[in-house]
């Protein structure tokens, strides 16, 4: 069976998609996982070819001219008028209204289309609503790029640790913040001056609020959340608190005690109650999750297994790719043997 | 479907999976995934019980009197003339000849029994000859518990990570050696002190030549190269290092350049050469690997995801059942797919 699959979205990550479907076409092919994109849509355009794109010049057009088409078609159009099995959204995260992700996974649903997204709005924003269309349709919705890049936490947790109850998940889900807490405590250097050299190596952004006031990491935290624990929280009703009054100071403090400082998305199932923050938090060093640089971590808290943590890069458009791979794949599985 | 499973070894890891078992029946039955144990054997004795062994009393007896029960059945004669459909391998590591978990398997896998296993020994020495019965039998094998205890990373690495390359792996698979290790960086005291301390404490065996020479971090690394890499390697052939002439000095000589030294197990492709060994390394704080205690990680090198790092409690009776558990209700889906 030869599956067909839309991209929406064509910035880094779509077009990280492109490239790693491109690369892997053989390899996937002899694993029996045989597939065409028959179209791909950015804001203002799309390109839709029933036959499959060739994904290099459509990488190559995007590039060069900005746009990966010129046909006449919206992504709402595409979703709803080009038949396709897997639609994957990749549009950038809009935390206020979700959108146009939202729409996109909506009428993919309402088309029959099953959905992979690295997308956080929506699902940060309306879980329920969501995954309840998905079920009541009969299609898969999988989301692992949402949390973490390519650190499979949420197939972990689903998956791996099948039988174990799961009663928490504490971890680092923001590399930029990471990586600035990481350079205050070993150089010694104060916040503005370490956002500034990462804002120059493009690991932070010109406007830091999404990722230092812990707004990326309730999102993740809050999907993450809705999954394991099957709630329908929004992302806005976490308490979080960003790491902008961190000075150098108490990192050397925590350094001396055996300790270090990170910013920790904790989730705790405490009978009925569930405990939800982002926040800073000590770490002992030593610790899983007292890990450097701008990488993400997750320690997964169950009663059999014990604590369980995973590391890895939380962006990187190859690795946001990584995960969206395994999705397509583990929906590829299910659908053989559900034919 | 009700699935028949045995138990063949009752130490601390059988018990463990007795345990795990009784207590999650009820859920597991909730996820569709009904089973009933209808034979336990130990090296002296066996009870078989084809309406369902009462678990709790199995433990019970084997705990007062020492035997789990007095028929006169071998457990190689429970494997072949019980019926069932899994059995489930746990006696104890033999690294001479693999037995008598070798000949456990071997007889499953000809009477038509799927098979788990948290036995190292048969896998470390005989990998090829029983991945190639299982599968020539059309029978499940499935081993996870071998390596790390309840770090899942055999499947981690062949589902999570579908799609990727693999192209190495390194990692700490031994507690008793990271324990020794992290005391000794931390207290600045000798090997020999940490490793009496850590006899007394019931973390390090009386005859510590196993963990401490890296007998058993090359047992596990076999096991995962083989998986990974489609090898036929025995443990024999992996280069080996132990922990016992590393000093004190040489950690705070590492700790002041910000590393910290620990037995690392690493197989490594390069092309088609692998590169397998165990050794004591310098591993930079803040790493992944650089974890503490008893602890295990694996860091796992692929082309796509970057590098993935999973760490948990390598040892322990329920952290080994949790792993069993996870292989099980992977077969159970598996086997309801299969009908």
């Known amino acids: 069976m030869k599956l067909r699959f839309t991209i929406v979205g064509f910035g880094s990550v779509g077009q990280g998609v492109a490239e790693v479907l491109e690369r892997k076409k053989d390899e996937l092919e002899k694993m029996g996982f045989d ?44 979703i709803k008028e080009i038949p396709h099995d897997i639609m994957i959204e990749v549009t950038p995260t809009n935390v206020e209204s979700g959108e146009p992700g939202l729409s996109h996974i909506l009428t993919a649903f309402e088309n029959g289309r099953h959905v992979v ?25 999988r989301y692992e790029a949402c949390v973490g890049g390519a650190m499979p936490v949420i197939n972990l947790t689903k998956e791996l640790l099948a039988g174990n109850e799961i009663k ?27 956002l500034s050299e990462a804002q120059e190596l493009g690991i932070a952004e010109m406007d ?6 812990g707004i990326d990491t309730a999102l993740k935290l809050t999907i993450l959340a809705n999954t394991i ?9 976490v308490n979080r608190k960003g790491i ?21 998305g904790y989730v705790l199932k405490n009978g009925d109650k569930i405990d939800i923050g982002v926040s800073p938090m000590l770490v002992p060093l030593g610790h899983p999750l007292s890990v450097g640089g701008t990488l993400n971590a997750a320690a997964i808290y169950t009663d059999l297994a ?34």
């Open 35 to 78: 597939f065409e994109v028959v179209g791909i849509a950015d804001s203002s355009s799309s390109f839709i070819d029933e036959n499959g794109v060739n994904l290099v010049e459509a990488i190559k057009r995007k590039r060069e001219t900005g746009t990966v088409g010129k046909e006449e078609i919206t992504a709402i159009e595409m």
């Open 117 to 141: 997204t690295s997308n956080k709005g929506p699902l940060a924003l309306h879980f329920r609503k969501l995954v309840s269309l998905a079920k009541e349709k009969g299609l898969h919705f």
């Open 168 to 194: 928490g998940i504490v971890g680092i889900f923001n590399g930029t913040c990471n990586y600035i807490l990481t350079r205050m405590a070993s150089e010694q250097l104060p916040y503005e001056h370490v």
């Open 208 to 213: 830091p609020s999404y990722d230092v006031e």
């Open 229 to 237: 624990f099957d709630l329908n929280i929004s992302f806005k009703d």
């Open 244 to 264: 902008t009054e961190i000075n150098p100071e108490a990192l050397i403090l925590a350094q001396e005690h055996g300790y270090t400082i990170k910013l920790v």
């Open 306 to 339: 014990s604590e369980i943590t995973i590391t890895g890069k939380g962006a990187g458009s190859l690795e946001t790719a990584s995960a969206i791979l395994s999705d397509l794949i583990s929906i590829a599985r299910s659908l053989r043997v559900e034919k």
